[in-house]
């Protein structure tokens, strides 16, 4: 028997693109030497206070207007006590209790793949700080604190997800949200998107036992967790075990695709919030945000509604370009270096995606730029080229990191249309093989494309394929 | 010739004249440090490496002075009065103090508190029992004691304090001397170790009103490093002080102050109300009017409550970071757990861990709306009807204390029951960030007692002129302890 399926999100999205910290003033940014990006805030000295970074609080202003939430009338912060050494403070600044979040009871519609959509209603989202991270080592753990204080926006859902597919479609339609939106990279690889996932299971409208599992931190294991965590519950379930199923918070474990308890809701923490006394409240001006509504740049679906309408693209294809917003833009760029759509759209939603995952490097980075791309369309275009040709120009551009006209050069590599050539060609082909012809005539017409590929050998691939068919179907009459 | 026990503007004339030098200065001020420490304990640290610096036009260059030792100093031990931090040296300085080193002062003592300012009473610092240089048998009242201590004893012309429900007034009220917390953000709290943040103020212990807004000119002003400061850029403290306060209306506490209410009153709190009488005839002769107003009682009763509730619940979030991992001396243990609560116990003393239990008591979920909540309430009750006198009145004016410095001997920091408020008022000035000032106005059993002026945010101009025409009223100004004097 299958179950009624009830998920809701907590997406933590660090902000990667202001200079500094959310209370402090050092560089925000991902870094490989530890603890080089610290100010005595970071690491909690005694006396430190925190100064609000007014370019994060913009931002998550912004996710609050595309989230359609509420804006509180003051801005504020509240401290969540609690002890860890990741947590130098003592205390995370964040805002908890409403009314602080800059954002409250939105919602955004989703669409699926299949073309129909749905609607994920936000509880709140706000802005809060990193804690340091910690690694674990066989007898000691090191720490690094480059991360605290790195501004985070976490986004509560509401529990309104009801299957494995909407939740990861909101999750990856949110992370192209911060990246449209300069906000974050939201790279889970840098560990810039967590999420923790609440699942309960039921048979009827009634929500069953919620149990929540912490610190998912990659898509992919988000939809493993809910899958594990779904049948977990649901063998418990069928087995008369509910009762076994407790109101508890669990994690992910990569290395088993298992979740794993670590704690009861009878142990859950009180985190004693209060608000923080060193950052004054502040009033949330409405020109202040009439501002931020008008700055929100093109969204997503904004560009996709406009791949399809304006440049006549597949839903499917526009669904793939818009998925990231540096895909977006190499798509777009390819357009004004004057590439058809369709054909920049077949080129990076085949080949160039193609290239980049197998050799895991992001588009910006990847040496078939788009005047790259125009170079090699263009010579198909004109007929300098077969598309055979040009798929492999594309493949020894990428191999041999070259612009692709010297390669043709080097290559030779030219499609010949010329008539008078091919036609000494194609009678050559002919003289050579006239047995061939007879079977042909004889009614073997796959003969033909003995042909055309005799011809191919002949000139290195260089001929032209289409006029090659013509002159054949002539000679051969 | 002796300088420490003069005020600054004759120090300074002293040196723009050549008649004495900054070092000769820090020798004097050095040597009289050592010579009270052995009596009084008023220091953490005694900086013998002082070094001159070159005199200016800044009335406070090249003078020495004192820093209560919850204050970054950069390279110096800085200890709160602590186990927990006993050997931590900050590598920063606090705001503060970069403002007062920017004038040319040069400190020369780090002087001992009540541990993290969490006391009234100059008996729970790391280091002993801070005495009292008018009588060694007697408390200097905390938490600013080693700073009210050593100004008293005529060490330097003034020393930093901090004062979250009275730690700068109630010293100065028990040593004879001038206590001043100007309103709340005009001078940076950026480098203070926090006690509770919402009630925290730097501010200065000197020996005249004078003194006290030379000093404060020179530390404040608008910092980014701390958000709850503000602009004074247009305020000149020193410069506009002024004694003419004729046709200024003053008000006291009536349930508080009158001696009727004290039924069972000993002599010295007769003594002292009858003096705080006396105060007031001295501001009508100034020609300012006194009121007794009556607040009601149940808000009144409510000031200690109030106080230890909000306190202490951000206190215990404030020492959060006090671990033992990154600073302070690490504890011993087989996790990060066994190890934090090592250091905690080791460290702290019992006064502090009852705070932390009283502050994460009324944090808990199920407790929060009934003492937290409701505290924060009720402060906000007092400092209205604090604002709404101040609309009629330029300033409140109240006696210090039940009396002078308590004797050490059998004191502790509990409270006499029916004199709590006469004890606790002053944390009104915290509540509402007023600006406060305590000054001596007399003796009680041949111990100085004080005499409190608080007035509304951003009117510590004309607190200080009420306090400054009073001052020059009596003849407590500039004395020196004489215990210390003999």
Same mark, same amino acid.
């Given at each position: ?14 902000i ?10 050092a560089?925000?940014g ?11 805030? #970071? ?52 805002q908890?209790?409403?009314p ?13 793949? #299949? ?19 910690m ?9 690094d ?27 990856e ?10 906000i974050?990279?939201?790279?889970s ?12 299971i ?51 474990d ?20 209060f ?14 945000l ?6 929100i ?77 125009k ?15 040009g ?9 041999k990191?070259?612009?692709?006209? #010297? ?14 050539t ?56 | ?20 030098t900054?070092k ?8 009289k ?6 009596k ?83 008996t ?27 100004v ?19 010293p ?28 925290d ?82 501001c ?12 009601d ?38 996790n990060y ?75 502790? #920091?509990m ?13 009104i ?43 020059g ?14």
């Amino acid at each position: 028997m299958k179950y009624n399926v009830t998920i809701g999100l907590e997406m933590h999205c660090e902000i990667s693109q202001t200079n500094t910290k959310v209370f402090s003033s050092a560089k925000n940014g991902y870094s490989e030497i530890p603890n080089s990006q610290v100010r005595p805030i #970071d690491m909690a000295f005694p006396g430190v206070l925190p100064v609000v970074n007014k370019e994060c609080v913009r931002l998550s202003l912004m996710m609050s207007e595309i989230l359609h939430c509420k804006q509180p009338e003051y801005m504020y912060f509240e401290r969540k006590n609690y002890y860890y050494p990741d947590l130098p403070k003592g205390y995370q600044i964040t805002q908890n209790t409403p009314p602080a979040p800059v954002g409250m009871e939105g919602y955004i519609d989703i669409e699926r793949e #299949d073309g129909t959509t749905f609607r994920v209603e936000i509880d709140n989202i706000h802005l809060e700080e990193d804690s340091a991270s910690m690694n674990h080592l066989y007898d000691t753990s090191t720490i690094d604190y480059n991360r605290s204080g790195v501004p985070l926006l976490e986004l509560v859902t509401k529990p309104c997800l009801h299957s494995v597919d909407d939740a990861i479609a909101f999750l990856e339609y949110m992370r192209a949200i911060y990246q449209y939106c300069d906000i974050s990279e939201a790279d889970s690889k840098k560990g810039q998107i967590r999420c923790d996932v609440n699942i309960s299971i039921s048979e009827n409208e009634e929500l069953g036992t919620k149990v929540e599992i912490k610190n998912v931190n990659s898509f992919g294991s988000v939809r493993d967790a809910i899958n594990y965590e779904v049948q977990r519950q649901t063998e418990l379930k069928q087995a008369g075990r509910y009762d076994e199923v407790e109101q508890e918070t669990r994690r992910y474990d990569e290395e088993t695709g298992t979740t794993i308890r670590m704690r009861s809701k009878v142990d859950a923490i009180d985190y004693k919030y209060f608000v923080e006394p060193n950052i004054p409240k502040y009033k949330i001006s409405s020109s202040w945000l009439e501002e931020i509504k008008a700055s929100i740049p093109e969204l997503p679906y904004e560009r996709k509604a406009k791949y399809i309408t304006e440049y006549g693209l597949s839903s499917y294809d526009a669904t793939i370009l818009i998925k990231e917003k540096a895909i977006a833009n190499y798509f777009e760029e390819c357009l004004k270096n004057e590439i058809e759509a369709k054909t920049a759209a077949n080129w990076i939603t085949g080949p160039i995606l193609g290239y980049l995952s197998k050799n895991d490097i992001e588009i910006q980075n990847c040496y078939m730029t788009p005047i790259r791309l125009k170079t090699i369309t263009e010579k198909i275009k004109d007929g300098s080229l077969s598309s055979k040709q040009g798929k492999e120009l594309f493949n020894l551009t990428l191999e041999k990191q070259q612009e692709p006209v #010297d390669i043709m050069k080097a290559q030779n590599m030219i499609q010949i249309s010329d008539e008078e050539t091919l036609q000494k060609v194609v009678n050559e082909v002919l003289e050579e093989n006239p047995d061939q012809i007879t079977m042909y005539h004889n009614g073997k017409t796959n003969m033909f494309d003995y042909f055309v590929g005799q011809v191919m050998k002949k000139t290195r691939g260089q001929a032209n394929p289409v006029k090659v068919k013509e002159i054949l179907t002539e000679k051969l009459k | 010739m002796e300088y420490m026990n003069k005020g600054i503007v004759e120090i300074h004339e002293a040196l723009k004249s050549g008649k004495v030098t900054s070092k000769e200065l820090i020798k004097e001020s050095l040597e009289k440090a050592h010579e009270i420490q052995e009596k009084t304990n008023a220091f953490v640290t005694i900086m013998d490496e002082a070094q001159e610096v070159e005199v200016t036009d800044s009335l406070l260059s090249g003078i020495p002075y004192g820093v209560k030792d919850n204050y970054s100093t950069k390279d110096i031990l800085t200890t709160g009065s602590s186990n927990t931090l006993k050997d931590y040296v900050p590598f920063f300085d606090a705001t503060a103090i970069e403002n007062l080193k920017k004038n040319g002062a040069v400190a020369v003592t780090k002087t001992v508190l009540d541990e993290f300012g969490m006391g009234g009473t100059g008996t729970t610092a790391h280091t002993g029992v801070v005495h009292n240089p008018w009588d060694y048998k007697r408390m200097c009242a905390g938490s600013s004691s080693g700073s009210a201590a050593s100004v008293a004893a005529g060490v330097y012309p003034y020393a930093l304090g901090s004062d979250t429900g009275d730690s700068i007034r109630k010293p100065a009220a028990y040593c004879g001397i001038v206590g001043y917390k100007p309103t709340y953000g005009m001078i940076s709290r950026y480098g203070l170790f926090p006690f509770a943040s919402s009630l925290d103020h730097c501010g200065v212990l000197t020996r005249s009103v004078k003194d006290a807004a030379i000093v404060t000119d020179a530390m404040k002003g608008i910092d980014p490093k701390d958000m709850t400061t503000w602009d004074s850029t247009n305020m000149h403290l020193y410069e506009n002080l002024s004694d003419s306060v004729k046709g200024k209306k003053l008000f006291y506490i009536k349930e508080v102050c009158d001696l009727e209410n004290y039924p069972n009153a000993n002599d010295e709190l007769k003594e002292h109300l009858k003096n705080f009488q006396e105060t007031l005839k001295k501001c009508e002769e100034l020609g300012m009017s006194v009121e007794a107003v009556s607040i009601d009682q149940k808000l009144l009763n409510a000031l200690p409550s109030v106080y230890v509730v909000i306190s202490c619940a951000e206190a215990t979030s404030n020492m959060s970071n006090l671990t033992g991992f990154i600073f302070g001396p690490r504890g011993e243990g087989n996790n990060y757990k066994e190890m934090m609560k090592d250091y905690r116990t080791k460290g702290f003393s019992p006064l502090i861990k009852r705070r932390f239990i009283i502050g994460s008591y009324v944090l808990q979920k199920e407790n929060q709306e009934k003492y937290f909540k409701n505290a924060q309430r009720v402060r906000r009750l007092i400092v209205n009807e604090m604002k709404n006198l101040f609309k009629k009145y330029d300033g409140l004016i109240m006696p210090v204390g039940s009396g002078p410095a308590k004797l050490l001997n059998g004191s502790n #920091d509990m409270l006499k029951e029916d004199t709590t408020v006469l004890e606790e008022h002053l944390q009104i000035g915290n509540f509402g960030g007023f600006p406060s000032i305590t000054i001596p106005n007399g003796f009680v059993s041949n111990l100085p007692v004080g005499v409190n002026i608080t007035g509304n945010c951003y009117d510590d101009q004309n607190v200080l002129n009420i306090a400054y025409a009073l001052e020059g009223k009596m003849n407590y100004q500039g004395q020196i302890a004489c215990e210390v004097a003999k």
